[in-house]
Nanobody, 124 residues
Framework: VQLQAFGGGVVPAGGSLSLSCAAS????????AGWFRRGPGKEREFVAY?????????AYADSVKGRFTISRDNAKNTLHLQMNSLKPEDTAVHFC?????????????????WGQGTLVTVSS
């Protein structure tokens, strides 16, 4: 499956931004999906996860829980990340990813397919 993330930009602290990821190549509904990010000088870190199929059983990093919402539209082969109450520490390149079921979703090594990343900058 091929992934392409888009929707990044510059937003003031406290603002909102929605990221999307377009999937192509294989039936997206058969893959679990997620978002990772890499901030300045930091390693890639887990942000959010949504299982394959209808997406029941989402998971979030503690740092974004209650502010970010992951969702998927299998009919349109898209993945979304709604980000609210953004903070300057959310500034990062955000990546979408896909995996076959059963892999460790909190580690980058558990994901086999990656989008190219989209930059989110939160100004203070």
């Amino acid at each position: 499956v091929q992934l392409q993330a888009f929707g990044g930009g510059v937003v003031p602290a406290g603002g909102s931004l929605s990221l999307s990821c377009a999937a192509s190549g294989r039936a997206f509904r058969n893959y679990s999906a997620g978002w990772f990010r890499r901030g300045p000088g930091k390693e890639r870190e887990f942000v959010a996860y949504i299982p394959w199929g209808f997406g029941g059983g989402t998971a979030y990093a503690d740092s974004v829980k209650g502010r970010f919402t992951i969702s998927r539209d299998n009919a349109k082969n898209t993945l979304h990340l709604q980000m609210n109450s953004l903070k300057p520490e959310d500034t990062a390149v955000h990546f979408c990813a896909a995996q076959t079921a059963g892999q460790n979703y909190r580690r980058p090594s558990g994901w086999g397919y990656w989008g190219q990343g989209t930059l989110v900058t939160v100004s203070s």
